[in-house]
């Protein structure tokens, strides 16, 4: 499988000349996470301790912002806590993005989190 450097995803993102660029990253990273058709339900226990699945967490102004947007994209992780959101977003970010925090695709949906927090 063909790795997509971030510097590069960020500019498929911002110019339409990198468009299949963008499709392959999209590809391989769904191709990499699969998801069982029956699955439905999304565990935020994977990103929280047990207990804390409906915390908020301890976020900057600008994260909690950012939550918020993450979470009315995704209407899946409504029930979500602010700390398994932020959790489960910091975790794509780094694993499958390697940045800390992607902060560009906020606010664009991408099944690509989803199947990451499936597969997780």
């Known amino acids: 499988m063909q790795t997509i450097e971030v510097d590069e995803y960020r500019k498929a993102v911002a110019d339409p000349v990198y468009e299949s660029a963008v499709k392959r990253f999209r590809s391989e990273l769904l191709a990499a996470h699969a998801l069982p058709a029956a699955a439905s339900e999304f565990d935020e226990g994977k990103f929280v301790l047990p207990g804390h699945e409906g915390s908020a967490g301890e976020w900057s102004d600008a994260d909690r ?7 009315a994209t995704y209407p899946e992780l409504a029930s979500w806590g602010d700390m398994a959101i932020g959790g489960a977003w910091g975790s794509y970010s780094q694993f499958e993005l390697e940045v800390s925090w992607c902060d560009w695709l906020i606010g664009q949906r991408h099944d690509e989190f989803l199947a990451y927090i499936k597969a997780k």
């Open 65 to 71: 912002a950012d939550i918020r947007v993450l979470r």
